[in-house]
Protein backbone atom coordinates (compact mmCIF):
# COMPACT_ATOMS: atom_id res chain seq x y z
CA UNK A 1 0.00 0.00 0.00
CA UNK A 2 0.95 3.62 -0.79
CA UNK A 3 0.06 7.00 -0.76
CA UNK A 4 1.80 9.39 -3.23
CA UNK A 5 1.78 12.98 -3.37
CA UNK A 6 3.03 14.97 -6.35
CA UNK A 7 2.64 17.90 -8.16
CA UNK A 8 4.85 20.19 -6.12
CA UNK A 9 6.91 22.60 -7.98
CA UNK A 10 8.29 26.49 -8.13
CA UNK A 11 5.66 28.79 -8.71
CA UNK A 12 4.99 32.88 -8.49
CA UNK A 13 3.03 34.58 -6.04
CA UNK A 14 -0.25 34.67 -6.96
CA UNK A 15 0.42 31.70 -9.21
CA UNK A 16 -1.78 28.12 -9.28
CA UNK A 17 -0.49 24.52 -8.57
CA UNK A 18 -2.59 21.13 -8.18
CA UNK A 19 -1.00 18.68 -6.32
CA UNK A 20 -2.26 15.13 -6.58
CA UNK A 21 -2.34 12.22 -3.79
CA UNK A 22 -2.43 8.91 -5.43
CA UNK A 23 -3.00 5.72 -3.40
CA UNK A 24 -2.00 2.12 -4.29
CA UNK A 25 -2.78 -1.17 -3.16
CA UNK A 26 -6.38 0.09 -1.45
CA UNK A 27 -9.16 1.73 -2.15
CA UNK A 28 -8.79 5.21 -1.64
CA UNK A 29 -13.12 5.63 -1.30
CA UNK A 30 -12.78 3.52 1.63
CA UNK A 31 -10.67 6.53 3.71
CA UNK A 32 -11.01 10.18 4.29
CA UNK A 33 -7.85 12.38 2.90
CA UNK A 34 -6.42 15.15 4.78
CA UNK A 35 -3.61 17.13 3.24
CA UNK A 36 -0.69 18.87 5.54
CA UNK A 37 2.33 21.30 5.18
CA UNK A 38 5.78 21.54 6.70
CA UNK A 39 8.10 24.68 6.43
CA UNK A 40 11.13 25.29 6.97
CA UNK A 41 12.12 25.60 10.98
CA UNK A 42 8.07 25.46 11.65
CA UNK A 43 5.92 22.60 13.10
CA UNK A 44 3.58 20.94 10.83
CA UNK A 45 0.35 22.07 9.81
CA UNK A 46 -3.12 21.17 8.77
CA UNK A 47 -4.43 22.35 5.62
CA UNK A 48 -7.44 20.68 4.74
CA UNK A 49 -9.35 17.50 4.85
CA UNK A 50 -12.00 16.13 2.49
CA UNK A 51 -14.64 12.73 3.20
CA UNK A 52 -14.49 9.35 1.35
CA UNK A 53 -17.08 10.82 -0.89
CA UNK A 54 -15.70 14.28 -1.01
CA UNK A 55 -18.03 15.94 1.20
CA UNK A 56 -17.04 17.13 5.28
CA UNK A 57 -14.65 19.41 3.69
CA UNK A 58 -12.39 21.14 5.90
CA UNK A 59 -9.69 24.42 5.56
CA UNK A 60 -7.41 25.69 7.56
CA UNK A 61 -8.24 29.56 7.60
CA UNK A 62 -5.10 30.47 6.01
CA UNK A 63 -5.88 28.67 2.94
CA UNK A 64 -9.89 29.07 2.56
CA UNK A 65 -10.79 30.08 -0.74
CA UNK A 66 -7.65 30.09 -2.29
CA UNK A 67 -7.50 25.92 -2.00
CA UNK A 68 -9.81 23.57 -3.02
CA UNK A 69 -10.10 19.67 -2.20
CA UNK A 70 -11.43 17.16 -4.73
CA UNK A 71 -11.38 14.04 -5.25
CA UNK A 72 -11.73 11.31 -7.84
CA UNK A 73 -12.22 8.00 -6.69
CA UNK A 74 -12.39 6.32 -9.98
CA UNK A 75 -8.76 7.04 -10.17
CA UNK A 76 -8.11 6.43 -6.45
CA UNK A 77 -6.94 10.06 -6.10
CA UNK A 78 -7.29 13.01 -4.64
CA UNK A 79 -6.32 16.97 -5.75
CA UNK A 80 -5.45 19.97 -3.92
CA UNK A 81 -6.28 23.00 -6.20
CA UNK A 82 -3.97 26.03 -4.92
CA UNK A 83 -4.81 29.15 -6.15
CA UNK A 84 -3.59 32.81 -5.14
CA UNK A 85 -0.13 31.37 -4.16
CA UNK A 86 1.60 32.93 -1.30
CA UNK A 87 5.02 32.65 -0.24
CA UNK A 88 3.72 31.88 2.96
CA UNK A 89 2.56 29.11 1.48
CA UNK A 90 5.90 27.27 0.88
CA UNK A 91 6.23 24.07 2.58
CA UNK A 92 6.59 20.08 1.97
CA UNK A 93 2.78 19.07 1.31
CA UNK A 94 1.94 15.88 2.76
CA UNK A 95 -1.26 13.57 1.97
CA UNK A 96 -2.49 11.46 4.58
CA UNK A 97 -5.45 9.05 4.74
CA UNK A 98 -7.34 7.34 7.66
CA UNK A 99 -10.67 5.03 7.83
CA UNK A 100 -12.46 8.64 9.63
CA UNK A 101 -11.69 12.17 9.47
CA UNK A 102 -9.68 13.26 12.49
CA UNK A 103 -10.72 16.60 12.63
CA UNK A 104 -7.17 18.93 12.25
CA UNK A 105 -4.91 16.44 13.91
CA UNK A 106 -1.27 17.00 12.68
CA UNK A 107 0.13 13.56 13.63
CA UNK A 108 1.45 10.82 11.96
CA UNK A 109 -0.17 8.35 14.17
CA UNK A 110 -3.57 9.57 13.42
CA UNK A 111 -3.33 7.96 10.21
CA UNK A 112 -3.02 5.22 8.85
CA UNK A 113 -1.12 6.25 5.37
CA UNK A 114 0.67 8.87 5.06
CA UNK A 115 2.70 9.47 1.86
CA UNK A 116 5.85 11.41 0.89
CA UNK A 117 5.37 14.79 0.44
CA UNK A 118 6.46 17.35 -2.08
CA UNK A 119 7.23 20.24 -2.29
CA UNK A 120 6.21 23.63 -2.69
CA UNK A 121 7.91 26.92 -3.74
CA UNK A 122 6.51 30.18 -3.98
CA UNK A 123 8.92 33.41 -4.89
CA UNK A 124 7.83 36.63 -4.35
Known amino acids: VQLQASGGGLVQAGGSLRLSCAMS????????VAWLRQAPGKEREFVGT????????DYADSVRGRFTLSRDNAKNTCYLQMNSLKPEDTAVYYC??????????????????WGQGTLVTVSS
Open 96 to 113: AASFRINGRSTSRSDYGY
Open 25 to 32: GLTLSNLA
Open 50 to 57: IGRNGGSL
